[in-house]
């Protein structure tokens, strides 16, 4: 199993940067795509942006330009690079993995307990 562990949210004003972090910990194979997703009140989870393990990346289009999603494999570490932040950035942005636990095995998704964002205007 793969626990993973968000860090880096607070509260900043609109225009500036946060950098998020997410570790991944626990017994796996391998870590394969990895991504940031959000969820403002009284709104779905949505997509911020994912990277593969080759480090191709992809963003939605709300934060494309603006964040950054970059990870360091050895490390078993992602982070998230936000700039310009706007007050609709505010939400609880949440880690995901898809890891091989065993050789041969399916990859299974796994999630942290997620980090606040809160951008003021």
């Known amino acids: 199993q793969v626990q993973l562990v968000e860090s880096g949210g607070g509260l900043v004003q609109a225009g500036g940067s946060l950098r998020l972090s997410c570790a991944a910990s626990g017994s796996f194979f391998r870590i394969n795509t990895m991504g940031w997703y959000r969820q403002a009140p009284g709104k779905q989870r949505e997509l911020v942006g994912t990277i593969t393990s080759a480090g191709v990346t992809n963003y939605a289009n709300s934060v494309e330009g603006r964040f950054t999603v970059s990870r360091d494999n050895a490390k078993n570490t992602m982070s998230l690079q936000m700039n310009s932040l706007k007050p609709e950035d505010t939400a609880v942005y949440y880690c995901?993995?898809?890891?091989?636990?065993?050789?041969?095995?399916?990859?299974?998704?796994?999630w942290g307990q997620g980090t606040q964002v809160s951008v003021s205007s």
């Open positions: 995901n993995a898809w890891t091989v636990v065993r050789l041969y095995r399916p990859e299974m998704e796994a």
